[in-house]
């Protein structure tokens, strides 16, 4: 269920194992989406999609660093990826999504996806607590019931089967907001620099703005803040995003000449976490299981990641006949790990106390496990001395609760029915 990255990537790799995949997606694709800024780490998964050789080949800027702007305004020295690492998957992408995103889901037709667009998943549908197969309705055409012995859900923020089965948990620390849109004309960065992302911080302190350049002459700007503040002013998105430049003198400066050529979009479903990631016969991946706030632009890469894990956690549920919750829940522990690093880290952002230059001066010794975190490589070591440091500058709260118990029968009837 879902054709974006997450999805695609979960199909395409399960076609590649001689599985016979169904992807119903309830959109057209091309379809604008917000999320434009790569991780290095998914060059892995993007090689073993296929679709390196196609990535090389657009028209996608090239993304060799993060750089953090003070609300002073003082920026700080750019995180270079290649610091850490210098091979070639140190350089990512900054990419249209609607071009990025179709790309993917091209790639899964071409590896024998039986993809499905503008289909929309109405209902899954269950054996006492086996997910067993869905009922999905065409644009205009009736109800179609499809049966599979598993069900991935990658429906992004909408969180289909999360939400039915009432798993699915707000983190109360980054309940945070988003206005944006994109501009023609913005300026950028001479030489490396010219595709690296920005994160700027407003001048009260209280938010932040993202700057990605983008392919045809665009930057994508957006700012993220408390909801008492961004939607003070109901229907008055437009008004709040362009006082939020004014005031932010690094972006004023970089838009003085610049054209807004998009609408204004805004979100709110920010930073929650399902209590699980399977159960019987069904995976969440993506969004669906999991959406961190946007700071280290995180969301594509794990989106490609939760799928890698989740396509051979089920490639071995088919090979061994075992489609429980305890076989396909088998990589939430990896997925988890490298979530809980990036999560202590956007918290440490939203705090007063923290700096990433102040914290690099202090503890010198942690600069390329920084980096480590901005790059994406947060799944093969262990990173405690990092936040025992980082906890000495800047309070951490307690994470979310770790996954709960199996959902029984009895619990899915009752959820889906309520």
């Known amino acids: 269920m879902g054709g974006g990255p997450a999805g695609s990537t979960t199909a395409t790799l399960l076609a590649q194992k001689g599985l016979r995949v169904l992807l119903l997606e309830k959109s057209r694709f091309p379809r604008f989406h917000i999320g434009e800024s790569l991780m290095p780490e998914t060059y892995w998964p993007l090689k073993r999609l296929g679709v390196l050789d196609k990535m090389k080949a657009s028209a996608f800027p090239r993304k060799h660093s993060v750089q953090f702007v003070s609300t002073s305004g003082k920026e700080s020295h750019p995180f270079y990826f290649s610091e850490t690492n210098p091979h070639e998957s140190s ?9 990025f995103d179709e790309m993917l889901l091209n790639n899964a037709r071409e590896h024998g996806v039986d993809v499905r667009e503008e289909m929309n998943v109405e209902e899954v549908l269950f054996e006492g607590s086996q997910a067993v197969g869905v009922v999905a309705r065409p644009r205009g055409g009736k109800t179609e019931n499809h049966y599979a012995k598993v069900i991935v859900d990658a429906t992004g923020l909408n969180a289909f089967l999360s939400k039915k089965l009432k798993i699915r948990n707000p983190d109360p620390r980054l309940k945070k907001v988003a206005i944006f849109a994109h501009f023609e004309g913005g300026r950028r960065d001479p030489g490396i620099d010219e ?25 994508s700007a957006g700012i993220v803040g ?25 972006v004023r400066h970089r838009l003085e000449s610049a054209k807004r050529v998009s609408e204004i979009y805004t979100t709110s479903d920010f930073s929650f976490q399902s209590t699980r990631c399977a159960g019987d016969g069904w995976v969440l991946v993506g969004d669906a299981y999991s959406f961190l706030d946007p700071i280290y632009s995180s969301g594509v890469f794990l989106a490609l990641k939760s799928g890698e894990l989740a396509a051979d956690t089920i490639g071995e549920a088919f090979e061994k006949g075992d489609f429980s919750a305890g076989q396909l829940s088998r990589f939430g522990s990896t997925l ?35 980096i480590d975190i901005l790059v994406g490589n947060v799944f093969t070591d262990n990173m405690s001395d990092l936040f025992e440091s980082l906890e000495q500058m800047c309070p951490l709260p307690e994470m979310l609760p770790p996954e709960d118990k199996k959902i029984s029968a009895v619990e899915v009837r009752r959820n889906q029915a309520s």
């Not at 350089?91 to 071009?99: A, F």
């Not at 503040?229 to 690094?250: D, H, M, V, Y």
């Open 226 to 250: 408390p909801p008492e503040k961004l939607f003070a002013r109901p229907g008055q998105a437009e008004a709040t995003l362009n006082e939020s430049i004014e005031q932010c003198a690094g």
């Open 91 to 99: 350089v990512t992408w900054q990419v249209l999504r609607s071009q």
């Open 336 to 370: 988890s790990t490298g979530m809980k690093a990036i999560r202590r880290l956007i918290y440490a952002f939203y705090t007063r106390e923290f700096h990433f230059g102040r914290f690099v001066r202090k503890f010198p010794q942690h600069r390329k496990r920084m």
């Open 195 to 219: 595709g690296a992302t920005l994160v700027l911080h407003t001048p009260d302190g209280e938010g932040w703005f993202w700057y990605i350049p983008l392919p045809e002459n665009r930057v």
